[in-house]
């Protein structure tokens, strides 16, 4: 009987351990809160969650308002700029394209760059909207037609232009002396000053070898003689322009007024001094067997030496050892 009842107990024991580890299996892995739930490692607001790197939302805002850092046209002088340079503006930083307008359709004074000559009464009309380049920082102004000679003109920017950010500039800029065009020497008569004195062309001449490969010798006076290729002219006669070109052809040229030039320079002699030329353009309209005429602008160092205008010049050629007007 007490074996009965031990095989029994045994047998219910044994039951009891198969049941518990049944159920140890699917448990042991999965609920240790100190290990999958533990907030300093899955879910440390300091490294999964830290608003400082991951999730950072702080942004930098263009506030500063754009200004003009130049204006200029082509010419090196902008006292002596050719009546066809476009004017250049140029902006602080990248500039807002569709704001940078100017007038096309006539001389009304609209747009945000505007090119005047009369205090912005009205202004120069242009070709075409002001075109961009320097990533988008400089704007280019090409007037319809020629400017007009001899004039300053002032360039406006208005406050309507924009940056890339949308800042608009905070004061509207003018240029305070602006830039002059050269004289309009195809609508003058030849005429200017040499070291302070006023001057008028009178006769002059152009001297020609007998020898085609020779030079030619552009050469005005304001001595009133009567035959320009006389043997009495010298360069001793009072106020002389002189120059020397291979055989002038129709067509113009820029005069050569660098230091040690060779060739092209021209130079006004007062008799004791010559004051030499560094800008300007000779034109050649018309070359015959007897004469040339054309156009010219000089200017020297300074506005004290200029001469523009029209001209006509006899051509001499050497013949018994004197020169006289051609007959070729």
């Known amino acids: 009987m007490n074996k009965v009842l031990y095989i029994i107990l045994i047998s219910l024991f044994s039951l009891t351990i198969i049941s518990c580890s049944s159920d140890d299996g699917g448990g042991s892995s999965t609920t240790s809160t100190a290990t999958d739930n533990d907030t300093t490692s899955d879910n440390d607001t300091t490294s999964d969650n830290d608003t400082t790197s991951d999730n950072d939302s ?24 050719a009546l066809t340079d476009n004017i250049t503006v140029t902006f602080s930083e990248a500039m807002d394209t569709t704001t940078v307008t100017t ?22 009309q242009m070709s075409s909207a002001p075109a961009s380049s320097n990533d988008n920082k400089t704007f280019t102004l090409d007037p319809s037609d020629n400017l007009t000679g001899g004039t300053t003109y002032l360039t406006r920017v208005t406050t309507g232009v924009k940056d890339a950010a949308g800042n608009e500039m905070s004061s509207q800029y003018e240029t305070s002396t602006g830039f002059t065009t050269m004289p309009d020497y195809e609508t003058t008569t030849l005429s200017g000053t040499i070291a302070g004195t006023a001057w008028t062309f009178y006769k002059g001449q152009v001297k020609v070898p007998t020898s085609s490969s020779g030079l030619y010798w552009y050469r005005w006076t304001s001595d009133n003689i009567s035959n320009a290729c ?99």
């Open 230 to 328: 006389s043997s009495t002219y010298t360069l001793t006669s009072t106020y002389i322009l002189d120059s020397s070109d291979d055989a002038p052809a129709v067509g113009e040229e820029e005069l050569c007024f660098a230091s040690g030039c060779s060739t092209n320079t021209v130079t006004f002699y007062d008799g004791s001094t010559n004051y030499i030329i560094y800008t300007g353009k000779i034109k050649i309209d018309n070359v015959t067997t007897t004469e040339v005429t054309g156009k010219m602008y000089a200017k020297g160092s300074d506005s004290d030496n200029e001469i523009n205008g029209t001209f006509t010049l006899s051509r001499c050629c050497l013949s018994s050892g004197s020169y006289s007007v051609c007959s070729e």
């Open 58 to 81: 702080t942004t930098t805002t263009d506030t500063t308002a754009p200004t003009v850092t130049s204006v200029s046209t082509a010419a090196d002088d902008q006292s002596s700029v």
């Open 103 to 124: 007038n096309i359709s006539n001389t009304t004074c609209s747009g945000t760059l505007r090119v005047s000559s009369d205090n912005f009464s009205s202004c120069v």
